[in-house]
Each structure stands twice: as structure tokens, then as C-alpha cells.
């Protein structure tokens, strides 16, 4: 049963910039909030960004941090990840996750929905 659908990866030359959608029900945006993980080749998952519905308030990775933005509307069941600057190390499959438990926004664990993953490709 598919709960979230990412959507806008694709090949993009370095300094470039791709968005990010990712789509999902009311039940998977009912939560916490929203997190975006990528993951590339032989290495593990890891945090990118979150939006907190409570507040809004936003986290980034350092590696991330004044490139990428996350925004989304839990009323329209929809979060983006705005990459800008875009660095061949930022090569990865890319997966938004519907935090549904307590805990850190920065670890897989507290998160219960996830997407297939869409491809972003960085070449230099």
C-alpha cells in the first residue's frame, strides 16, 4: 500500500537547482510532521530536512544547510525540498518520511511512512 509519492529527481549539472514534491493522504500527514533522507551508493540513510507541523519550525542537515528548503501544508497533504547549489556529493536517492512517533527528526526510527524514493543526480 503506497502512503507517499515522491516525485522530481532527475540529472542536474552542479550549481544547479531541482524541487522536490512528495504527496501523500491525510492519515501519513497527520503526524508529527515531515522529514526528507537520501541515500547514496553504499552508504547509509541520512537526515536531510523536517518540517514540524507544530509551529513550522524546520531542521537541515549541516551538509544542507542554506541550499536546501523544506516547506509543505499538511491541508494539501504535500511537502517540497527546494535544492539549490546542487554539489555532486548531494547524489542520491532522495525519500520523504511521515514522522509519526516521539522523538528526534534526525533518525529514521520515529518515522512510519516512506516513500519509494525518486533519483537526484548531480554531475560535475
Known amino acids: 500500500q503506497v502512503q507517499l509519492v515522491e516525485s522530481g529527481g532527475g540529472l542536474v549539472q552542479a550549481g544547479g537547482s531541482l524541487r522536490l514534491s512528495c504527496a501523500g493522504s491525510?492519515?501519513?500527514?497527520?503526524?508529527?510532521?515531515m522529514g526528507w533522507f537520501r541515500q547514496a551508493p553504499g552508504k547509509e540513510r541520512e537526515f536531510v530536512a523536517a518540517l514540524s507541523w507544530s509551529g513550522g519550525s524546520t531542521s537541515y542537515a549541516d551538509s544542507v544547510k542554506g541550499r536546501f528548503t523544506i516547506s509543505g501544508d499538511n491541508a494539501q497533504n504535500t511537502v517540497y525540498l527546494q535544492m539549490n547549489s546542487l554539489k555532486p556529493e548531494d547524489t542520491a536517492v532522495y525519500y520523504c518520511a511521515a514522522k509519526v512517533y516521539s522523538g528526534s527528526y534526525y533518525y529514521p526510527s520515529p518515522y512510519e511512512y516512506w516513500g519509494q524514493g525518486t533519483q537526484v543526480t548531480v554531475s560535475s
Open positions: 491525510k492519515r501519513t500527514f497527520s503526524g508529527y510532521g
